[in-house]
């Protein structure tokens, strides 16, 4: 096992599964042991990490519904501050199956502006899929209608276009849905018609790990978003270092706390899981009390 890092600490909670959705619990149980565990994939080792107050400088929550961690926002918030990177697009259902109704997430959204700040809430419309059943047209008129919703309770804005992984092929074949990959000019298009849309409402449209258009009038996003985090609360001393997780990632360093194989939402462009039925047996086994998702 690793030993811990004697620097305060960026936790990510998680790129590699919905925390807040399925283990708030467990989340908040390893809060106050102050300590949890994680299996790094590439290293092959478990590592420790230390979760007291005084070793989190701050935590990114990642989800696409809050619901469960919306009552207890004011308990993280005493631990350490932190953001929330939200991932709202109004996919149609059979793509997002336990995504919350888009108005409901809106909800969640405005709710935790308000109790704390606009730039809490990091709105993700992450990825976009183009099909037959979600064309260019349906994509901007759903963005529209997102950005209205969402205007004065976000800043910024990520966005992605979908990977073309073999297994996320096979699950839109799967729904007797066809892919359509985008060429990179079209999908710069697109993505100046969506920030314009942005701007008017006051929100940042950024490009997350994908090439931006030229021009630089769309920049690069930060999901560990250091200056995001010094507003919060986060004390700007000693600076963080960038540490980009792929090509065209903009974070800066954390420690990711989650792990792959436990997401039970079975989206079909999901990138963590290797097969549903798997991380739902994960999910509905797994004890709060165990110092480890993995």
């Known amino acids: 096992m690793a030993p811990n890092m004697s620097e ?32 790094h994939v590439f290293s092959r080792q478990w590592h420790e990490v230390d979760l007291r107050r005084e070793a989190v400088r701050a935590m990114v929550l990642w989800s696409k519904d809050y619901a469960p961690l919306l009552p207890h926002l004011d308990t993280i918030a005493g631990h350490a501050p932190f953001i929330c990177q939200f991932t709202i697009t109004g996919h149609p259902a059979d793509l997002e199956p ?11 959204a405005r709710e935790i502006a308000s109790r704390f700040s606009a730039g809490h809430v990091m709105w993700r419309f992450d990825p976009i899929v183009i ?43 799967e729904l007797g849905v066809t892919f359509e990959e985008l ?38 996003a930060r999901c560990i978003d250091r200056d995001a985090l010094i507003a919060a609360g986060m004390d700007p001393q000693p600076a963080l270092k960038r540490a980009a997780t792929r090509k065209g990632c903009g974070c800066y360093k954390s420690v990711d706390i989650g792990a792959y194989d436990t997401c039970p939402s079975g989206c079909v462009f999901c990138y963590a899981n290797r097969g549903l039925t798997k991380a739902r047996a994960y999910a509905e086994e797994h004890d709060p009390a165990a110092d480890t998702l993995g």
């Not at 336990?98 to 997430?105: G, V």
């Not at 950005?147 to 804005?157: E, W």
């Not at 298009?189 to 920030?195: G, V």
């Open 8 to 39: 305060p600490q960026v936790i990510s909670a998680s790129r590699r599964t919905d925390i807040p959705a399925y283990y708030t619990e467990w989340l908040l149980g390893r809060l106050k042991a102050g300590r949890c565990r994680y299996f």
């Open 98 to 108: 336990c995504a919350p109704p888009w108005r409901e997430a809106v909800a969640q």
């Open 131 to 173: 099909t037959q059943r979600t064309p260019r047209a349906e994509v901007v008129e759903r963005f529209t209608r997102l950005a209205d919703a969402l205007a004065g309770h976000t800043r910024v804005c990520a966005y992605s276009f979908v990977q073309e992984y073999r297994k996320v092929n096979a699950r839109l074949r």
């Open 183 to 220: 060429p990179l000019e079209d999908q710069h298009d697109l993505a100046h018609e969506l920030s314009a849309i942005a701007a008017q409402r006051g929100i940042e449209l950024r490009a997350c790990c994908i090439p931006a258009p030229p021009g630089g009038a769309i920049p690069q």
